[in-house]
Every structure is written in structure tokens, then in C-alpha cells.
């Protein structure tokens, strides 16, 4: 039986992401996850029965720690003589590529979720690109996580047509439709738990709080949006980084009273179920998965028009396009569907419709499957 090792620097990735798809491949496969974990049932307590070996790999660039990280993916490959390597995140793709290249594991597989160089300043960003460049370059295949993301790759010299695919119609796990639903107990519940009106009108932002997903242009146009209509509230879900949470407060003080942060939540579903729309003005996506889950939840989505994001939401179908960094573009959708509720169920069904129908999580992982099926047939 083929051996896949699969690298992701914590195992909240193949928490959020993988689970599904790791639980297919055990089934054919013999399946390790390697990751910043030191509890090797983390995932057969989950009900995933793929065990878990650590590997000290942290998401900052520590140079020691990187360089030991990597020398304990090259023991553990060659330990184990695994048939394929198959990481997500940079970080990840980067030792482990590198490493099972020094090890000649003959199947290296590393999948691209979006671009952190797309938004760093000059030296920066062409550092990071070339990094991704390399780790393109030590890989034998490489999957993209949109269409619109691998035509950027290939245009940007990053990844050669030749490596380049992209299973089904995108989405790295697709989206679970039972999971993410209208669901309207969860609605009235979480609605009490943050204290928002029934009649209200609630627009939700739920992941990372950083400059790259545009949080602050959100509060930005909320505030403006607040001005003018009583009925509306914010809530922004997610953990905060670069310090942002103080700068998004500072930004949202006239209208203060109308505005949630929560920190954290391990059901993303129940807020959406409580929202009426769904913003991503998001600088840099790979895909947008979160839009396609909201999407599936039946909420209208108001997003920028950047490659990843163009491939999770149909513009005018499922929702709304803005251009990145546009405050009054985003604050015009925004009051758009404020004032339209029957164009927010309209496009908030044709959403959920489209999610099963072209995304589903089953559709995802059966391409995997395939895709591995043509992989071990030439080992």
C-alpha cells in the first residue's frame, strides 16, 4: 500500500481544512500527518484515524528553527520512505519540498492557497515570490486552489501550466452544505448571546482581523453606512493580528453601540446563520473559502474583485464586487443590499445553490481521490 506523508505547520489547517479529504485517503492509503504537534491521537480523537507525528515547524521565519524543523522532516522521510509528500501553507511547502526533494521521495506534491508577496512592498515581496517560485520548482505536482489563482501563477512565471491543476471547480476542501446552512435557532441564539435586534440588519466579516482581508476598510464603510441607517450592525469574528483591533476601534467609535468583535469561535456556521450578508473586502485570497461558506449559509456576499474571490463568488448572481481598498465602493454595496431585501434572498439562494452544486466538499475530495489514483498508478 502506497505511504502519503501530509505537512501543515499546525494541525488547526487540517482541522479547518483537511479532515474530510484525510479521511478518504486513509481508506486507500497508508496516511501520516506531520505537524507543530505533539499529540500523536489529535486526530484519531477526532475520528480521522491518521496519526500525527511533530515536526517543529512555526509559522514566523525563525532561520535555526527553520533549518532543525527541516532536518526532522529529512529524518522522519527517510525513516518512513514515504511514496508521497503532499503540504499546504508556505512554510510547510517550503521544508517539506525541500526536504523530500533531499530525501528523493519520487511524489512531491505542495498546494497553493493564495499569495502572502501579493501585498508586500518590493524586496519583500520579491523574496516571498521567490520562494514560492522554489518551492514550485522542488515540487514533481502542484495543485491551485482557483482558476482564476493558477492562471496568476502561470502568468507570474511562478508555476509552470505543465504542474499546475486545479481539482473541480476550485475550493482546497469544498464546502459541507449540512454544516453551513440557514439555520434559524442558531440565528435567534447567537443574536441574544451579542445582543443584536431581531429587525436588524447584520453584516458580518469572520476570520483573521488583519490588513490584508481589509478589515479596516469594513469598520471604515460601516461607520459611514451608520450614519444614515439605524437598523444596520457589524460583526467582525476572528482572531486579531498587526495590532488591528485597536485601530478598527478607534474607526467605528461614532457608531460603537452597533458593532460586535468576537475574538474566536469554533462554529463559524452559527454567526452566519445570524448575519444578513457577508463581506470579504479582502487585498489577497487564494479562493475565498469563507465566501463560499456563507455562501452555502444563504447569505449574499459583498467581496473585492480579486483573483480567488472571483472563482468563490459570481458577481451579480451570488453577490457583490467592489475593487480592493475602495471604501465608498464597499459602502455602496453594502447600502445596495441594505436597501433590498429581496435582492439579498435572491442572490443568498442562488449562493447556497451554487455552493452544493459546484463546490461541495464530496465533489472536492472525489477529485483528490482520482487525482491520486493517476498519481500511485505510475509509482
Known sequence: MKTICVVV?????ARAFLLDQLAALSKSYIVVVAA???????????GIRVPVIFVPIERRISPLRDLWALLCLVRHFRRHRFDVVHSVTPKAGLLAMAAAWLVRVPVRIHIFTGQVWVTRKR????????VDRLIARLATHVLVDSRSQCEFLIENRVVPASK?????????CGVDGERFRPDAAARRRIRGAIRVPEDAVVFLYLGRLSRDKGVQDLALAFTKLAERHVTVHLALVGPEEDGLRRHIEEAVVPRADRVRIIDYTDRPEDYMAAADVFCLPSYREGFGQVALEAAAAGLPVIA????GIVDAVAEGETGLLHLPADVEGLRTCMETLLAQPDLRRRLGTAGRARALQDFSAARVTQALLEYYAGIAAKL
Open 9 to 13: 505547520s499546525t494541525l488547526m489547517t
Open 123 to 130: 524586496l519583500a515581496g520579491a523574496l516571498l515570490r521567490s
Open 164 to 172: 499546475a491543476t486545479v481539482l473541480a471547480n476550485g475550493s482546497i
Open 36 to 46: 507543530n504537534a505533539t499529540d500523536p491521537e489529535a486526530l484519531q480523537k477526532l
Open 304 to 307: 473585492s474583485r480579486i483573483y
